[in-house]
């Protein structure tokens, strides 16, 4: 478990706090969504996570070890992987597989061990047959579905997403929600994934959304795509379909939340 005890964090000694108080965990096999406006604290959240940054006061623990310690530092890195918004920033290799095995490489791994989690790792994002493409030849998608590889290279129980999709097209984005998804439901990782994507967050488990650097909402999605104010406050808007099927269900009719295409608000209706 990724596990929050009451986490504040600021950069500097004069800054405002980027998060304060923030208590949460994250189990294995579970899919988590993180919502906020711009600058509420979750890029800060996604980099505590691994001990990329250091709590200011409070602790993040992964299974336990301490995240900061000196003693499990690379321990807790290897058990958190990272994915980030801009597949270009985060693309090292000068052919695919050769990208995904500098992770598992750089952890001194014999070679038919690599060989194994390289294959393994692309064929899970769907990228095998790719192998020796050059990496700046990958539509935005696969290059997104590549740094996912490449995280999943390290076999970590953990992976946190930083706005995955942002810089993507439908399809891309919709193929890493889905990789998120499974990886999480039928892998047993337990995955956070920060996200703006409406349909990615009324796919997750649970949503947490923060305000302010602090936690304003923590539980089920249906939860929040009932409440608006809640939803303005974690700077989301509902599509249009949602925004119909809320409308409706104020007026007693039997439309299920979350219904985020306008294809399951009709079906509901002509049940
Ligand atoms: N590297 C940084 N140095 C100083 N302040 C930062 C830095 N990164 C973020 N902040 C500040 O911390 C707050 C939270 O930012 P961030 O975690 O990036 O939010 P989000 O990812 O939700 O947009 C914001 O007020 C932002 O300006
Ligand atoms: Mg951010």
Redesign the pocket.
Known sequence: MIRFDSVSFR??GD??L?LDGVCLALEAGELVAVV??????????ARLCDGLLEPTSGSVTVDGLDSVDPASLWKVRSMVGMVFQDPDDQIVGTVVEEDCAFGPENLGLPSDEIRVRVDSSLRAVGLDGLERREPHLLSEGQKQRLAVAGALAMRPRYLVFDEPTAMLDPVGRRAVLEITERLAHAEGHGVLV?SHDIGGVARADRVIG?AG?RVVFDGAPEGLMDDASMLLRVGLSLPPAARLAAALRARGLDVPAPAADAESVVASLWR
Request: proline share 6%; net charge positive.
């Open positions: 950069y500097r800054a405002p980027a906020g406006a711009n600058g509420s604290g979750k890029s800060t959240l920060v923060l650097g």
